[in-house]
């Protein structure tokens, strides 16, 4: 068997990659046609290929790495932990240091009573741990007839079958006979493309009302809970209008229904604050985290759960978790990327310094002919491609390909931004410079200067 290294040639890498190797989100034929681009390694903000280029990551991998790559302080905890103790399980009446150090620190970090961490193994297993925490919740408390969430269409919230199921992406339902029951979907707050004639306010009120109806026809008596992220991530960076959050949280405390606020994007100093729910002014009952938890370099989720839910399930057997629940080597590793993002103040960086920097340069690019509406909060961005501003009209036919194309512009051009449909999307590492943020709207522009001389 030939042993594969990073200085095998790139062809040969792709050719056993594509034989072997079944890819997430991936048409396998076209992976085999085109040969996956390998990387091999990376540092800061950038990634480098088996080519030699080195990429800007205008991703952050997928939404994660807030610290950014190359980070020794984590590679050595692992190790250690590794030695002193690789594994041993939460389950059964024990537990280990890094847990309950990791634990500690979330509760300090996560606002108001959100004092209490059931881990998973990512974002996808915590929202599964949340379906059943909930529904556990309302059967312990006398109404077990409490079981719908409501979340939103276009929404992601993982790929489990608990987790597709959240979501709202009809593709993914499309594949397993998703959703399970008691799962209801309502309208996303996405503006740009669906807010017709209203103002940005008046949408944002009906979108968050489309709760208050469900809730009423549904049964104030089956609903257990509303999931959403604060802001939308992988639906393509959905920026509510200010009137939405509000509406929301008015309707949760009047149905006395439990908010679940997915922070596995919005988390971790990503939108200039700990978490996203303190940007957008809500108080959930649970927060669904990953992603920046670890900066992707361990895997590691979990829910944040407040005093009274805990204090409700903390009375029974909870008959749930995973083998990898509280792993030694991931909370060591979380832990201490909690501790470098307090020692080098990187949410307060996000908040005065490389967001407001980057959010001016990102917003004027909606005087780009291509770009009909450009948001931005803290270090997640859109911009919405059209061929025409002014009807806020979107690409008809074959919605997606003129994304795709400005993907693979950007791609040519070092810089990985994602498309969501004619959505380009950015979510970079959190420790950006302002240099770095100029060579990424310098490398963007660029590629829609490419991509709008293609179009036409
Ligand atoms: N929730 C949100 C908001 C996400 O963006 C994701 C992943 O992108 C998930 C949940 C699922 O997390 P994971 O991929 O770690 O299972």
Same mark, same amino acid.
């Given at each position: 068997?030939?042993?594969?290294?990073?200085?095998?040639?790139?062809?040969e890498?792709q050719?056993l990659?594509?034989?072997?190797?079944?890819?997430? #989100?991936?048409?396998?034929?076209?992976?085999?046609a085109?040969?996956?681009?390998?990387?091999t390694?990376?540092?800061?903000?950038?990634?480098?290929?088996s080519?030699?280029?080195?990429?800007?990551?205008?991703?952050?991998g997928?939404?994660? /790495?807030?610290?950014?790559?190359?980070?020794?302080?984590?590679?050595d905890?692992?190790?250690?932990?590794?030695?002193?103790?690789?594994?041993?399980?939460?389950?059964?009446?024990?537990t280990?240091?890094?847990?309950?150090?990791?634990?500690?620190?979330?509760?300090?970090?996560?606002?108001?009573?959100?004092?209490?961490?059931?881990?998973?193994?990512?974002?996808?297993?915590?929202?599964?741990t949340?379906?059943?925490?909930?529904?556990?919740?309302?059967?312990?408390k006398?109404?077990?007839?409490?079981?719908?969430?409501?979340?939103?269409?276009?929404?992601?919230?993982?790929?489990?079958?608990?987790g597709?199921?959240?979501?709202?992406?009809?593709?993914?339902?499309?594949?397993?006979?998703?959703?399970?029951?008691?799962?209801?979907h309502?309208?996303?707050?996405?503006?740009?493309?669906?807010?017709?004639?209203?103002?940005?306010?008046?949408?944002?009120?009906?979108?968050?009302?489309q709760l208050?109806?469900?809730?009423?026809e549904?049964?104030?008596?089956?609903?257990?809970?509303?999931?959403?992220?604060?802001?939308?991530?992988?639906?393509?960076?959905?920026?509510?209008?200010?009137?939405?959050?509000?509406?929301?949280?008015?309707?949760c405390?009047?149905?006395?229904?439990?908010?679940?606020?997915?922070?596995?994007?919005?988390?971790f100093?990503?939108?200039?604050?700990? #978490?996203?729910?303190?940007?957008?002014?809500?108080?959930?009952?649970?927060?669904?985290?990953?992603?920046?938890?670890?900066?992707?370099?361990?895997?590691?989720?979990?829910?944040i759960?407040?005093?009274?839910?805990?204090?409700?399930?903390?009375?029974?057997? #909870?008959?749930?978790?995973?083998?990898?629940?509280?792993?030694?080597?991931?909370?060591?590793?979380?832990?201490?990327n909690?501790?470098?993002?307090q !020692?080098?103040?990187?949410?307060?960086? /996000?908040r005065?310094?490389?967001?407001?920097?980057?959010?001016?340069?990102?917003?004027?690019?909606?005087d780009?002919?291509?770009?009909?509406?450009?948001?931005?909060?803290?270090?997640m961005?859109?911009i919405?491609?059209?061929?025409?501003?002014?009807?806020?009209?979107?690409f008809?036919?074959?919605?997606?390909?003129?994304?795709?194309?400005?993907?693979e512009?950007?791609?040519?051009?070092?810089?990985v931004?994602?498309h969501?449909?004619?959505?380009?999307?950015?979510?970079?590492p959190?420790?950006?410079?302002?240099?770095?943020?100029?060579?990424l709207?310098e490398?963007?522009?660029?590629?829609?200067? !490419?991509c709008?001389?293609?179009?036409?």
């Amino acid at each position: 068997m030939t042993t594969i290294t990073n200085h095998m040639p790139t062809k040969e890498l792709q050719a056993l990659d594509a034989a072997h190797h079944m890819h997430p #989100f991936t048409t396998q034929t076209e992976l085999a046609a085109r040969g996956a681009r390998v990387i091999t390694r990376a540092d800061g903000v950038f990634i480098t290929d088996s080519e030699g280029n080195e990429i800007l990551d205008g991703m952050a991998g997928l939404w994660c /790495v807030n610290i950014g790559y190359g980070r020794d302080r984590l590679a050595d905890v692992a190790a250690r932990q590794m030695r002193e103790l690789p594994y041993y399980n939460t389950f059964f009446m024990t537990t280990h240091v890094p847990v309950i150090a990791l634990s500690q620190k979330l509760a300090e970090l996560a606002p108001g009573d959100l004092n209490h961490v059931f881990y998973a193994g990512s974002g996808s297993e915590a929202n599964d741990t949340n379906i059943r925490m909930v529904r556990t919740y309302w059967a312990q408390k006398g109404k077990p007839t409490k079981k719908v969430i409501i979340s939103r269409k276009n929404a992601y919230h993982g790929s489990t079958l608990g987790g597709a199921s959240l979501g709202g992406m009809s593709g993914m339902h499309a594949q397993g006979g998703l959703p399970i029951p008691d799962i209801h979907h309502i309208d996303q707050p996405n503006w740009w493309s669906e807010g017709g004639d209203k103002t940005p306010e008046e949408f944002g009120l009906e979108r968050a009302q489309q709760l208050e109806q469900a809730i009423l026809e549904l049964g104030e008596d089956r609903v257990a809970a509303f999931i959403a992220e604060p802001i939308q991530g992988a639906g393509g960076v959905i920026v509510p209008p200010a009137t939405y959050w509000p509406e929301i949280q008015r309707i949760c405390d009047k149905y006395e229904i439990l908010l679940i606020a997915d922070e596995v994007i919005c988390g971790f100093g990503r939108t200039g604050n700990w #978490f996203g729910s303190q940007t957008v002014g809500i108080r959930p009952h649970i927060m669904t985290i990953a992603k920046g938890l670890s900066s992707g370099y361990q895997p590691i989720g979990g829910s944040i759960v407040c005093d009274e839910v805990a204090e409700v399930i903390g009375a029974c057997e #909870f008959n749930h978790g995973y083998t990898y629940n509280g792993h030694p080597v991931a909370s060591a590793v979380a832990l201490e990327n909690l501790n470098i993002m307090q !020692e080098e103040g990187i949410v307060d960086h /996000v908040r005065d310094v490389i967001a407001p920097y980057l959010k001016t340069k990102w917003e004027a690019l909606v005087d780009h002919p291509l770009v009909g509406e450009a948001n931005i909060v803290g270090m997640m961005g859109s911009i919405a491609l059209t061929p025409h501003k002014e009807s806020r009209a979107t690409f008809a036919a074959d919605a997606g390909t003129v994304g795709y194309m400005c993907r693979e512009r950007c791609f040519a051009n070092n810089l990985v931004m994602r498309h969501v449909g004619d959505r380009m999307i950015i979510s970079p590492p959190l420790v950006m410079t302002t240099a770095e943020a100029d060579m990424l709207i310098e490398r963007a522009t660029k590629s829609l200067d !490419e991509c709008y001389a293609q179009a036409k």
